[in-house]
């Protein structure tokens, strides 16, 4: 029988429209649950780590290790402007990732490869140079917008009290479909991230170690671990150094400048 969904079998229909059916009521209890304290937290978060009003450039320093293998270093510049949500990522190390790179506009996400000077598309969950850290690390902040924030409870990490609040994802283009960040109780600053599968396994821990403090009262990260909880021994250090806050020109900002530092 021919539906508006097109030839479809009645069966295979019939299961779509069921998990609709399912899906709907379980999104709508989560956003039901939405805790105020927990949001309050998360924005408190973003409004010290959103740089809007700086451009902020500065090198990241990648070293991945696993066992049985040479470290793998990457080295990657970042021009960032979050006035505009926008950000451009430059491979510089080794010689097999440079004249790589990334350049998002809200949104969008794109990854240039000059060995076929092509962008290809990507979204939040790619990892950056095949390593354990996310492309979506490196831009604005925007859990809200992304995830429902409900209260986990207290924790000690390390010398810090914190407080725990668990996310779960609203769309499906999210790094992660669930996560739990625990903020210091000091300064409201993240000391760790867990991010989970839909069914809850640990795949990821994130350590923030250290940030800087920049002009107006927002801050950057500049150390993190990042363990991967399904291969053993495989984990991510990163240093963010050379930050700088002087004005960008708006053309870093497209894909013509990757294309340029390519050559």
Known sequence: MKTKYGNAPRAILALALFAAAAFAPAFAQAAKATDPAAAALVEAYEAKTDLAGLDVTSTFTLVQKKEGEADRVLRIQIFRRDAADTFTLLFQYPDSEKG????????????????????????????????????????????????????????KVSSWECDVVRLDAKRLDVAYPVQKTYFRKTDGLPVKTESFSAGETLLRTTY????????????????????????????????????????IANYTFSKAFLEEKSR
């Open 100 to 155: 790589k790179g990334y350049w998002r506009s809200k949104d969008d996400l794109f990854l240039y490869l000059p060995s076929t000077r092509e962008f290809v598309y990507r979204n939040r969950k790619d990892d950056v140079g095949g390593s354990d850290i996310r492309a979506d690390l490196f831009g604005k902040p925007n859990t809200l917008a992304q995830y429902w924030a409900t209260m986990a409870g207290t924790a």
């Open 208 to 247: 923030y170690v250290d940030y800087k403090a920049l002009p107006g009262g927002k801050y950057i990260f500049t150390k993190l671990l990042a363990t991967d909880a399904l291969e053993k021994g495989q984990k991510t250090y990163l240093t963010n150094e050379g930050v700088s806050t002087d004005k």
